[in-house]
């Protein structure tokens, strides 16, 4: 099993940035999937998540309006949108799949918004 996350890096505040994430190893149309954050010296909180259909999603209060997630099950890969980021917005983003009690995490990916 592995999840794989691409697209972070430094942006400005009020930037964009495209996060993607891409499975192998396990029925990907199966499972939910959600993208976590961590800053450094706070515990890692959900951003956002969407159905194994991609039908529903959720999202925090923090990033709505600015964040959209989205999934393409013929390809194995869940996208997080970033718009007008802000420096609170500094984190490692993970990937994160569920199925019941089946659970995978990414490595991580760093994004940093900062002038």
């Known amino acids: 099993v592995q999840l794989v996350e691409s697209g972070g890096g430094l942006v400005q505040p009020g930037g964009s940035l495209r996060l993607s994430c891409a499975a192998s190893g396990f029925t990907f149309s199966s499972y939910a999937m959600s993208w976590y954050r961590q800053a450094p010296g706070k515990e890692r909180e959900l951003v956002a998540r969407i159905s194994s259909s991609g039908s529903s999603t959720n999202y925090a209060n923090s990033v709505k309006g600015r964040f959209t997630i989205s999934r393409d099950n013929a390809k194995n890969t869940v996208t997080l949108q970033m718009n007008n980021l802000k420096a609170e917005d500094t984190a490692v983003y993970y990937c994160?799949?569920?199925?019941?009690?089946?659970?995978?995490w990414g490595q991580g990916t760093q994004v940093t918004v900062s002038s």
């Open positions: 994160y799949a569920r199925q019941l009690v089946n659970v995978y």
